[in-house]
T-cell receptor, first 111, second 111 residues
Framework: DAKTTQPNSMESNEEEPVHLPCNHS???????IHWYRQLPSQGPEYVIH???SNVNNRMASLAIAEDRKSSTLILHRATLRDAAVYYC????????????FGTGTSLTVIP | NAGVTQTPKFRVLKTGQSMTLLCAQD?????MYWYRQDPGMGLRLIHY???????AKGEVPDGYNVSRLKKQNFLLGLESAAPSQTSVYFC??????????FGPGTRLTVT
């Protein structure tokens, strides 16, 4: 299975940048890297995705290592509303249409 | 737009009973998914559909059946509920492979 490894939890101070790491050493050439987040008692929410190049959108940035075996989700200024579980997911290639969510990283934002 | 809605929000079943969970989306999405989330775990894919009249198995399909008779609806059935099926069930839909939109979830308890 094309699985990912993330720290169980991280903390950040409000209004500071947050770097959430993800290792995916078994990634295949056609796997996309997706990030979702899940706020308490809600369904997951799409954050960003990428294949090889770094990506930016209004929510976050995704930095992908040159060998694609790791990636980092960057929240530029953490707010209290960013407190959630963040999932790094591979899709495509070996996984086809399926997403494997894993257990994610629980982000705590400290006021 | 209501997005993705799920019915019911909560349900308690006795072992052996059957029920159907309804997922509806008003975004004209081709792809629809059913996931389950157990306490402290990430989401696991049960079944998915890539279009009206099609279904496919996900990571944990045993004990569940699905149907996609209309493009906007995706039904998840439990024929004979077991305590191991106690979970929160999320439905999602997507236009393509990238951004999935999730519903609010159905909390199911099987006693």
């Amino acid at each position: 299975d094309a699985k990912t490894t993330q720290p169980n939890s991280m903390e950040s101070n409000e209004e500071e940048p947050v770097h959430l790491p993800c290792n995916h050493s078994t990634i295949s050439g056609t796997d996309y890297i997706h990030w979702y987040r899940q706020l308490p008692s809600q369904g997951p929410e799409y954050v960003i995705h990428g294949l090889t190049s770094n990506v930016n959108n209004r929510m976050a940035s995704l930095a992908i290592a040159e060998d694609r075996k790791s990636s980092t989700l960057i929240l530029h200024r953490a707010t209290l509303r960013d407190a959630a579980v963040y999932y790094c997911i591979l899709r495509g290639g070996k996984t086809g249409n399926q997403f494997y969510f894993g257990t994610g990283t629980s982000l705590t934002v400290i006021p | 737009n209501a997005g993705v809605t799920q019915t019911p929000k909560f349900r308690v079943l006795k072992t052996g009973q059957s029920m159907t969970l309804l997922c509806a989306q008003d975004m004209n999405h081709e792809y629809m998914y059913w996931y389950r989330q157990d306490p402290g775990m990430g989401l696991r894919l049960i079944h998915y559909s890539v279009g009206e009249g099609t279904t496919a198995k996900g990571e944990v399909p045993d004990g569940y059946n699905v149907s996609r008779l209309k493009k906007q609806n995706f039904l998840l059935g439990l024929e004979s509920a077991a305590p191991s099926q106690t979970s929160v069930y999320f439905c999602a839909s997507s236009y393509d492979y990238y951004e999935q939109y999730f519903g609010p979830g159905t909390r199911l308890t099987v006693t």
